[in-house]
């Protein structure tokens, strides 16, 4: 095993039991970048073994005024994630814990864009993306920076298609005047130096989900991690990542 | 330990092969992430006692405790699509998003999330963190814990369980912080591939 990869385990063991620093959270995510391959919850799924086998000597019954009121802000029955169900190409506005938001996605960016197949020029949704063969898929993790704590949701992309869209939840809005996200991707055979620019993007203010459409700029080929780093308004050419809001690794 | 957690550990142990697909089914946190009408209910009652009681550990000086069980749920509606049950059992899901948010939570309170009053020089002995010990219930990951060497041991249930950081334990135990912080990945590494019964030599050497 390496230093690094030492540094990097001890920092995931860190994260688990007291939490990272701002600082930690950085270099945390450097040494992701630097090990693609590496699982990065293995320290918190068996922290939580522990802690879940703790508690069972220790659980009182909640109140019923607290259960009512987590029942109440539970999702709907039927509102779960559906990839066969066509997602709409306008915005919507849900309950902040409604699944609903997952289907009614709401669009943005809906700019130029590269070809989903042949000379089919839309945008792709979601969905479409997924329907397709070759599609991979990552689920979006926290980057360090307070902008993506609380992400969730995935981000879906075709090798052959060279098609992809982000699809967040929980991502923080962004003030476009102030800074703007911007995505990066890391593939196989690419210096991870110089990722791919997956292009700018805002997340509005009020939207439980959010789908972006991804605008890469070079060819990408096989994706190895997507990460959306905080830029200054219209980005830049290569990041300092230092602000790193959200990555989403592909499972080897 | 109920009946249904000794289902849910075992399925931990052979969801890999998927042996036990067929007793997944009945999941709180499964048939939330299908949709299905009364996961909401169930998952309300298998787990916020749990949540409840870990967070009550973690901040035992708290009085949020009920905000903070309800940021779990939030956060638990929005990420039980991540559940893989071939690789944790669901209520160890659970306690892993209760744990984030407490530590993002103290965090950002900027706070350590100790659960325990800090009082250099006045560790309480192996014989308490035993108790401690003694103190989880009967499973895989204790039985894990338990294999482990006295100090790799001790050091653990401190950091997770009694909520020490690992400066405090190189402090209490008068041991340089790097061998404490060594200590503890490795004995984290050595359960791992015990549960998962990976080739240990990497992690030794």
Not at chain 1, 27 to 44: A, F, M, T
Not at chain 2, 130 to 137: A, D, I, K, S, Y
Not at chain 2, 179 to 195: C, P, Y
Request: hydrophobic share 40%; charged share 30%.
């Amino acid at each position: 095993m390496t230093e690094r990869r030492e540094e990097l385990d001890a920092l995931l063991v860190q994260r688990a039991t007291e939490g990272l620093g701002p600082d930690e959270s950085r270099r945390l995510n450097q040494l992701l970048i630097e090990h693609p391959g590496v699982d990065k919850e293995w320290v918190d799924r068996l922290v939580g073994e522990v802690d879940a086998e703790w508690a069972a000597g220790s659980e009182t019954p909640l109140s019923e005024g607290l259960r009512a009121a987590l029942v109440a802000a539970g999702p709907e029955p039927d509102d779960a994630p559906d990839e066969a169900r066509p997602a709409p190409t306008g915005p919507s506005i849900g309950r902040l814990t409604s699944w609903a938001g997952w289907a009614a996605a709401a669009a943005i960016a809906f700019l130029a864009f590269g070809p989903l197949r042949g000379n089919d020029d839309r945008v792709p949704t979601f969905a479409e993306v997924v329907a397709l063969e070759d599609v991979v898929r990552a689920e979006w993790q926290p980057g360090g920076d307070d902008f993506g704590a609380e992400v969730a949701g995935e981000v879906v992309w075709s090798p052959g298609a060279q098609s992809g869209v982000m699809r967040f939840s929980g991502l923080s809005a962004n003030d476009p005047s102030d800074a703007q996200y911007q995505l990066w991707i890391f593939a196989e055979g690419r210096d991870d130096r110089f990722p791919v620019d997956g292009g700018v993007f805002d997340i509005p203010d009020g939207l439980d989900v959010v789908d972006v459409p991804i605008m890469a700029t070079l060819e990408v080929g096989a994706p190895t991690l997507f990460a959306v780093t905080v830029e200054r308004p219209g980005g830049v050419v290569v990041s300092s990542r230092e602000r790193m809001a959200t990555i989403a690794q592909v499972s080897e | 330990m109920e009946k249904g957690d000794v289902v849910e550990l075992a399925e931990w142990r052979a969801g890999r092969d998927g042996a036990m697909t067929t007793l997944r089914l009945g999941s709180p946190l499964l048939r939330l992430s299908r949709g299905e009408v009364g996961a909401v209910e169930a998952c309300v009652d298998a787990y916020g006692p749990m949540v409840q009681a870990l967070i009550r550990r973690l901040r035992p000086a708290a009085s949020d405790v009920e905000d903070v069980v309800q940021e779990v749920f939030v956060a638990l509606w929005r990420s039980a699509h991540r559940f893989d049950p071939d690789r944790a059992s669901d209520r160890g899901f659970v306690a892993m998003i209760t744990r984030r948010r407490v530590i993002d939570r103290t965090r950002r309170e900027e706070r350590q999330p100790s659960t325990v009053e800090y009082d250099p020089g006045q560790d309480r002995g192996s014989d308490e963190h035993e108790r401690t010990l003694g103190r989880l219930q009967a499973g895989p990951a204790m039985d894990a814990l338990r294999r482990l060497s006295e100090e790799r041991r001790r050091w653990i249930v401190m950091a997770v369980v009694e909520g020490y950081s690992h400066r405090e334990i190189a402090e209490r135990s008068n041991t340089p912080l790097g061998t404490v912080k060594s200590g503890i990945r490795r004995g984290l590494a050595e359960m791992r591939g015990w549960l998962e019964g990976e080739d240990m030599q990497e992690v030794r050497g």
